[in-house]
């Protein structure tokens, strides 16, 4: 292979691999997925917690460096499918979204009052905020309530094989 050729498939190779980079940073606010999910189980292993449950508050928070603006909702947990001694019906769990309301891109944000199936894990940060959760997934972990708190809805689909619709018994295998 001639030294030119072999320099411009370096610097194509190079061109992809920034290209691959700017395309999962504008991905929105919800961030860069580094999963699909091709199933409901497949979801829930890689989740600590799979609950239903009210979203009563919602704050924004700036407690991150560099993460920008983040809604903190404090569910109040109806039910579960996959939980742990901390988290039982009647509990509260805050889930950490990135974004606010007002935000161009705020992707799936949980609304205060609504009624949710939500796949969740732990957020991985430091201190108090270390008890808090992510939504598996970015929006493929949330699911609305349909008709109170039984059946619920896909909230948005991001190219993941789930199903369109649940109930909390078929949480864990769908």
């Given at each position: 292979?001639?030294?030119?050729?072999?320099?411009?498939?370096?610097?194509?190779?190079?061109?992809?691999?920034g290209?691959?980079?700017?395309?999962?940073?504008?991905?929105?606010?919800?961030?860069?997925?580094?999963?699909?999910?091709?199933?409901?189980?497949?979801?829930?292993?890689?989740?600590?917690?799979?609950?239903?449950?009210?979203?009563?508050?919602?704050?924004?928070?700036?407690?991150?460096?560099?993460?920008?603006p983040?809604?903190?909702?404090?569910?109040?947990?109806?039910?579960?499918?996959?939980?742990?001694?901390?988290?039982p019906?009647?509990?509260?769990?805050?889930?950490?979204?990135h974004?606010?309301?007002?935000?161009?891109?705020?992707?799936?944000?949980?609304?205060?009052?609504?009624?949710?199936?939500?796949?969740?894990?732990?957020?991985?940060?430091?201190?108090?905020?270390a008890?808090?959760?992510?939504?598996?997934?970015?929006?493929?972990?949330?699911?609305v309530?349909?008709?109170?708190?039984?059946?619920?809805?896909?909230?948005?689909d991001?190219?993941?094989?789930?199903?369109?619709?649940?109930?909390?018994?078929?949480?864990?295998?769908g």
């Amino acid at each position: 292979m001639t030294r030119l050729r072999r320099h411009t498939l370096v610097a194509a190779a190079l061109i992809a691999v920034g290209l691959v980079s700017v395309t999962a940073c504008a991905s929105g606010s919800s961030g860069s997925r580094a999963r699909m999910y091709d199933s409901v189980s497949s979801m829930a292993d890689s989740s600590s917690l799979v609950v239903t449950g009210t979203v009563d508050e919602q704050r924004v928070a700036n407690d991150v460096a560099s993460a920008g603006p983040t809604t903190l909702s404090t569910v109040r947990v109806v039910d579960t499918a996959k939980t742990d001694a901390d988290h039982p019906a009647g509990s509260t769990v805050i889930v950490r979204q990135h974004g606010t309301a007002g935000s161009s891109h705020p992707g799936m944000l949980l609304r205060q009052g609504t009624t949710y199936l939500l796949y969740l894990g732990p957020s991985a940060l430091e201190g108090d905020l270390a008890e808090q959760f992510f939504v598996t997934g970015g929006a493929a972990g949330v699911y609305v309530a349909e008709d109170g708190r039984t059946d619920f809805r896909r909230g948005m689909d991001e190219g993941d094989d789930l199903p369109a619709r649940l109930s909390l018994a078929d949480a864990l295998e769908g």
